[in-house]
């Protein structure tokens, strides 16, 4: 099956009983054309002339754009949300956006019944100064053709954080028989502070009719 970009990814960290939740997602828009030491003004209503509710700063990024009318933007902006004037925004695509965080813990608890070892990928080790979860991105490979991808990584232990296992779950394929796929890599901290991988499996799931709804090792119909 071919593998294209998400439309959204969901980015979990467990790390010492901590937890993060972001995303790429929706659609978002950066500030362009206002001189550094200006703002972009948040208005109430799609008006030059209507009342200032906030500002922006003329290098923000990663501001969620609600909607578009004619010449106006609707932006949810910190605290506000009001509209800014589409002649000095651009859109852009961003991570660490907050999202459905229900949504994405129910992938997370669909049961693994079994999974497929990746031999060639064990013993693989990254970059220095590679983070665990761009090195797992990297083993998983990149993807376009589905719908959203949740990324979750857990420390072994809270006391260190040498040893963790990131787990890459893609769902909504546009396939007609394969839905998603699961991917769980345990990785080890080296003394040189490179990461190396202990074990990768993968385990797929199918839409409704095709097979398991359920991880499996076994394809889909």
Not at 37 to 63: H, M, T, Y
Not at 76 to 95: A, L
Not at 166 to 176: A, E, N, Q
């Amino acid at each position: 099956m071919k593998q294209k970009k998400p439309l959204f990814t969901c980015l979990i960290v467990l790390l010492q009983g901590f937890t993060a939740l972001s995303a790429y997602g929706a659609v978002y828009i950066k500030v362009k054309g206002v001189v550094a030491s200006d703002v972009l003004n948040i208005r109430a209503n799609a008006s030059a002339k209507a009342e200032i509710i906030g500002s922006i700063p003329a290098d923000e990024q990663c501001v969620v754009n609600l909607g578009c009318k004619n010449s106006w933007c609707r932006v949810e902006y910190k605290d506000n949300k009001g509209w800014v004037t589409s002649k000095y925004i651009q859109t852009q695509n961003c991570r660490l956006v907050p999202t459905n965080k229900e949504r994405h813990q129910s992938l997370l608890t669909i049961p693994v019944m079994s999974s497929l070892p990746i031999l060639k990928a064990e013993g693989q080790v990254s970059e220095l100064n590679q983070s665990a979860v761009d090195f797992s991105l990297e083993i998983a490979g990149d993807f376009e053709e589905a719908k959203e991808q949740l990324i979750h990584q857990q420390n072994d232990s809270a006391e260190s954080a040498d040893k963790t296992t990131v787990t890459v779950i893609r769902d909504g394929f546009l396939d007609d028989s394969t839905r998603g796929e699961r991917w769980d890599i345990k990785l080890m901290k080296q003394p040189t502070g490179k990461w190396q991988t202990h074990s990768v499996t993968v385990a797929h799931r199918c839409w409704p009719g095709r097979g398991y709804e359920f991880y499996s090792k076994e394809p889909c119909n």
